[in-house]
């Protein structure tokens, strides 16, 4: 094992570290971090908070560690809040860094400053494995047949296993270091977003091949009996089955850290199970009685208990830290009729919050989070204020890592907060939702700029997205479902936040 030497540490570290004794000079070993950041997953969506689909091993983490109930992704959708994860900046401080395309270019140029290059600074290895939709490739975007540039290799991932978009986004492929995997370069992917491409059928044009139907959008190319966004043609070894994602991304993680298990190793597992098309494996099809949405989540607990056994066998558990988190809120019909409203029974992914994924309102950016640390951290149900746009900072400070604050200026050092300790966490958390919406909350209180932007999602998601042409505060202590908005009595307020929030936007 790599140790580092007992006076290039700092207390607070020490603090905080496995001390080995019986050597002349006492040393300790940097813990391991993995990083668990689900997709779609929400506040009510593990057994432990509340859900009613069981999640045993997602559960047993989460009760033994600390749980978070006032946790905030930074956006209420998934590329947003990824960016601002990995980069420690709001997504919103720049154009374009809205949901990607699966053909965009990358949001995060080379040699940009990540979580990871911090961490593989700090003498970590590190990688990730899942879902990406950053965007890859330079200004022409991904060279899908060629060397993938501005890939997750060339802003601190010392290895990336991953599927480049979204599982509902063509190419329907995944990348590993910068090339596709099971490329044929005999069959050559091409991809369009804008025209049909080649002879591939689609959901548009042959409906009766599709196992499961579209109830918005995704009517292009279909690849393994499901139509998706976007054209592709070729690439026909490299395509994925659905089914096998979870196990690859879980088969991946464990190789890598097999691999890297002398040293310390940082890694994010970015699952895709919740998001459509969810279409887990076979073995879990038909077992939760919730329909497939349901199904995808008893997939996500095994990947996690899978992972869980693999560090415990290998005696890993106890240096280790796991991070959970979700990239936005839930939503049942997101474009294919899978049924996931008509089952849902009493299972309530919201746990009573307003709104969902896309929303201004909590159920969009308030996350399922927890953090397991064996023998480091007691059990524990946090109401601290957290931000994921936090990580970046926190993870330098444990590390006693500098990093730099131009490129990284919305972090904050919350790490103390993020392990349950006396801390409130951040004074406030500031959210986007659908078409840019701001919010800010205090944790006590919740206000939402009014905008002009036509409040309704363009497919039936069913979600209230909070979008109005009125100012909204509401008292999330007195009135957690936020229904009673307070903003007209009280300007003094709607004026606090308001200020705040322009600060924010402001350029820092
Ligand atoms: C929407 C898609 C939705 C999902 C979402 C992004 C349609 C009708 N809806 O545009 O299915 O892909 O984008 O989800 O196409 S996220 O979690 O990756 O942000
Ligand atoms: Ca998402």
């Known amino acids: 094992m790599k140790k580092w030497n007992y006076l290039l540490v700092g207390v607070g570290f020490l603090q905080s570290c496995y001390i080995q004794k019986g050597k002349k000079q006492e040393s300790v070993q940097k813990p391991n971090f993995l990083i668990i950041y689900t997709d779609d997953v929400g506040y009510g969506d593990l057994s432990s908070f509340g859900g009613k689909i069981p999640t045993p091993h997602l559960d047993f983490l989460a009760n033994n560690g600390v749980k978070h109930l006032r946790a905030y992704a930074t956006a209420a959708t998934s590329t947003p809040s990824r960016f601002s994860l990995l980069t420690g900046e709001y997504a919103w401080r720049k154009k374009g860094r809205g949901v990607v395309a699966g053909d965009a270019k990358a949001l995060i140029p080379a040699g940009r400053q990540t979580v990871a290059s911090v961490m593989k600074k700090a003498g970590y290895r590190t990688a990730i494995v899942g879902k990406w939709h950053l965007g890859l490739g330079g200004g022409d975007g991904p060279e899908w047949n060629a060397n993938i540039s501005n890939s997750p290799m060339d802003i601190g991932f010392d290895y990336n296993f991953i599927m480049p978009s979204t599982s509902d986004r063509v190419p329907i492929v995944l990348m590993e270091g910068r090339r596709i995997v099971n490329l044929d370069p005999n069959d050559p992917i091409q991809v369009s977003y804008k025209q049909k491409i080649g002879d591939w059928p689609t959901g548009r044009e042959n409906p009766e091949m599709l196992r499961l139907k579209p109830s918005h959008g995704h009517d292009m190319t279909i690849v393994n009996g499901i139509s998706r966004i976007g054209y592709q043609y070729g690439g026909k070894s490299a395509l994925f089955r659905d089914e096998d994602l979870a196990d690859q991304f879980v088969e991946k993680s464990i190789q890598f850290i097999q691999k890297n298990k002398e040293e310390s190793f940082f890694l994010m597992l970015n699952t895709n199970d919740i998001h459509v098309p969810r279409m887990p494996h076979e073995r879990f099809q038909g077992k939760s009685g ?37 990239d936005n809120g839930p939503v049942l019909d997101d474009g294919y009729q899978d049924q996931a409203k008509e089952l849902l029974g009493e299972h309530n992914p919201w746990q009573g919050l307003r709104g969902g994924k896309y929303s201004s309102y909590e159920a969009g950016t308030r996350v399922p989070m927890f953090i397991y640390w064996q023998n480091h951290i007691q059990p524990k149900v946090s109401y601290n204020l957290i931000s994921q746009v936090d990580l970046l900072a926190n993870l330098a400070a444990f590390t006693h890592q500098n990093f730099d604050e131009n490129q990284s200026p919305d972090t904050q050092n919350q790490w103390e907060a993020w392990l349950g300790n006396n801390s409130t966490g951040r004074d406030y958390v500031v959210q986007e939702a659908l078409r840019l919406n701001m919010s800010l909350t205090d944790g006590r209180y919740k206000y939402i700029e009014a905008t002009e932007r036509p409040a309704k999602v363009a497919w039936e998601t069913g979600i209230e997205t909070g979008l109005s042409k009125d100012e909204q505060l509401y008292d999330l202590k007195l009135d957690p479902q936020e229904k009673n908005n307070i903003a007209l009595e009280n300007p003094a307020l709607v004026a606090k936040f308001k200020q705040i929030l322009a600060e924010e936007k402001g350029v820092k």
């Not at 607990?301 to 890993?316: A, H, M, P, Y």
Request: zero cysteines.
């Open 290 to 326: 919730y329909g497939l949405r349901g199904d995808a989540i008893l997939s996500l607990d095994e990947s996690v208990g899978r992972l869980t056994q693999f560090l415990k066998d290998e005696n890993l558990l106890g240096n280790t830290i796991i991070i959970f988190s979700s």
